[in-house]
């Protein structure tokens, strides 16, 4: 099969997974096949809490990802550091812990190396303030180095990734049937419109009628209108677009309101494909969903904080982590699966790094950063 009939096979499986939870599996063995690897897996993980979980899987045992929930999620290398990288930023393991330093941990010989695991290419698809959803997808002797093809294909995936995983969550992950729609939709803080080329509205959810009363929003004749001319023109040319669009193309169109002169909105229009439309029962004229939120901040968490302004490797970031939830060094050495001398030797570059001489002052300098806005 040609690579580019692969990647619209991998594609169009997403954007059905995205409407239809239950096709998410299909969807992963899609992108594992494109992109080259034994397994893939559609996971949350939570910093603060070093707590994660499993939205879809394909290819890992369940035994090992039961012990990675229940155990071993707590002590892998590549967290938290890998949740402080951008949404969309393919990287691979050895970016984040060399594979050298890897191999010498408890998470490597207990967990990665029965299954045969030499590596893996990740990418986040949405970050919180303590936890992203990522997509994962690990390789084994037989798959091959990690080359620059490989993270080509990766990133060949991802946009449709970020946007399918981004439906499938507003949406609960529920059927589309009309019905079920409209409760999960009107379960949404954000409003949401669904509209025809022309703009006019298929359908609205309860904040978004809501919305149709302050004023930078209406519906004139039913056709959904932005106050400000700009961004009127800007949401035409987005419909019209979106109804011209392939279905490859979901980066969609976003659009600032400029509500107040100290607040603003966003609105997000996204293309709905045909099986979109025709897995939900919308009307086939239905061409996008125009999502519409306040703009907000997004604070980095306390700890992402502290590892930047100290530029702390990935090793570093996690015996901080451990010192402020484990404590002392025998502690953690068991905990971690690596030597007392291992975590004296980057004891002592976190504490040449943050200015510190005990363990203790490594926990209130944690605290200021929490603390702090």
């Known amino acids: 099969m040609l690579e580019s009939e692969s990647l619209s096979m991998a594609i169009g499986l997403i954007y059905d997974a995205a409407l239809d939870s239950r096709l998410w599996p299909a969807a992963l063995e899609g992108i594992r096949d ?15 809490k070093q707590d994660a979980g499993t939205f879809h899987c394909v290819g890992i ?26 949404t969309g930023q393919v990287f691979e393991g050895d970016d984040i812990v060399p594979w050298p330093e890897m191999v010498q941990t408890r998470f490597y010989k207990e967990w990665m190396q029965p299954q045969a695991i030499t590596g893996s290419l990740a990418v986040n698809l949405e970050k919180s303030v303590t936890a992203v959803a990522a997509l994962a997808v690990l390789r084994c002797e037989q798959n091959g180095p990690i080359d620059l093809d490989t993270k080509r294909r990766m990133n060949l995936i991802v946009p ?7 439906i499938g969550q507003l949406i609960g992950q529920r059927s589309l049937e ?3 729609l409209t ?4 379960s949404l803080a954000s409003a949401v419109f669904l509209v025809e080329a022309s703009g006019r509205i298929v359908f609205s959810n309860e904040p978004a009628l809501k919305l149709l ?9 039913g056709i959904l209108r932005f106050a400000e001319s700009e961004a009127n023109r800007f949401l035409r040319q987005a419909l019209l677009s979106a109804a011209e669009q392939a279905r490859q193309d979901t980066n969609g169109t976003a659009i600032v309101l400029n509500v107040q002169e100290s607040r603003r909105w966003l609105a ?11 897995a939900s029962g919308l009307a086939d004229s239905t061409t996008a969903a ?11 968490s306390p700890i992402e904080n502290l590892s930047r302004s100290y530029n702390l490797t990935a090793t570093e970031t996690k015996i901080l982590l451990a010192v402020v939830e484990i404590g002392g060094v025998p502690k953690i050495a068991a905990s971690l699966g690596v030597s007392q001398q291992t975590v004296k030797t980057h004891l002592k570059k976190v504490f040449g790094k943050t200015g510190t001489k005990r363990q203790a002052e490594l926990v209130k300098l944690m605290a200021s950063f929490a603390s702090s806005l």
């Open 34 to 48: 494109f992109v080259g690897g034994f397994a893939a897996n559609f996971f949350w993980q939570d910093v603060s």
């Open 61 to 86: 045992e369940q035994s090992y990802l039961t012990s990675y929930f229940s155990e071993y999620a707590k002590i892998n290398p590549l967290y938290p550091a890998a949740a402080f990288l951008d």
């Open 160 to 166: 449709h990734m970020i946007r399918g995983a981004s």
């Open 178 to 180: 009309r019905a079920v």
């Open 183 to 186: 409760d999960a939709f009107n």
């Open 213 to 221: 009363t302050a004023g930078f929003v209406k519906a004139v004749g």
């Open 268 to 278: 997000h229009v996204l293309p709905l494909t045909f099986e979109a439309r025709r």
């Open 290 to 300: 125009v999502f519409l939120r306040e703009a907000a901040l997004n604070i980095p």
